[in-house]
């Protein structure tokens, strides 16, 4: 059974208009939930998690995502995309002490 | 300071050779783990290493040995690797396993390209 779904494989918007890179879990429990980027040839760096505080989690770079306990959802978003954001997007969930990592998004941004 | 570092960045090695892989964390975490990513795909755990005694060993053939010498250092040894074992190899720490002690920092990788 999938643990964390990535609904979107590529996202394309243009810059200075806003990012939603989707995902959802499957978890009767409210599990840790964390955003990664990873730009080209690179290692995974940590946008922000959710560790059942405040369901409005606001991380590095503009970047925020709110958990949705009814939804069992963790949708990232960004007011407004920059050039820099282009990368590999990876939402992962960690349930009993497993980590589940969702098949990621590409985020594309067009001039 | 969240930097895990790892060398070399990059390895070519043939299929009878030797080599080894190291990480380290200068953060205190007691939790250090190996992945394993291919092109496109999210990466896939191999080993997780807990107040360096070996905790997950998640079926990776006996060609890979990991080993933690202190709590500071994680080395992945290689030998006689196939092709298919190209890829990105990325180490991650951790203050630990339990909750709240989860968040893994990453390193940047090690390219390795076998022949």
């Known amino acids: 059974a999938q643990s964390v779904t990535q609904l979107d494989s590529h996202v394309s918007v243009s810059e200075g208009t806003p990012v939603l890179l989707r995902c959802n879990y499957s978890?009767?429990?409210?599990?840790?939930l964390f955003w990664y980027v990873q730009h080209p040839n690179k290692g995974l760096q940590l946008l922000l998690k959710?560790?059942?505080?405040?369901?409005l989690v606001k991380g590095i770079n503009g970047f925020e995502a709110e958990f949705k306990k009814s939804e069992t959802s963790f949708h990232l978003t960004k007011p407004s995309a920059h050039m820099s954001d282009a990368a590999e997007y990876f939402c992962v969930v960690r349930l009993a002490n497993q980590f589940y990592f969702g098949t990621g998004t590409s985020l594309t941004v067009i001039p | 300071d969240t930097e895990v570092t790892q060398t070399p960045k990059h390895l070519v090695m043939g299929m009878t050779n030797k080599k080894s892989l190291k990480c380290e964390q200068h953060m205190g975490h007691r939790a250090m783990y190996w992945y394993k990513q291919k092109a496109k795909k999210p990466p896939e755990l191999m080993f997780v290493y807990s107040y360096e005694k070996l905790s997950i060993n998640e079926s990776v053939p006996s060609r890979f040995s990991p080993e933690c010498p202190n709590s500071s250092l994680l080395n992945l040894h290689l030998h006689a690797l196939q092709p298919e074992d190209s890829a990105l190899y990325l180490c991650?720490?951790?203050?630990?396993?339990?909750?709240?002690?989860?968040?893994?920092?990453f390193g940047p990788g090690t390219r390795l390209l076998v022949l």
């Open positions: 959710y560790t059942s505080a405040a369901t």
């Open positions: 978890s009767s429990y409210s599990p840790s």
């Open positions: 991650a720490s951790s203050l630990g396993l339990g909750w709240g002690r989860e968040t893994q920092y």
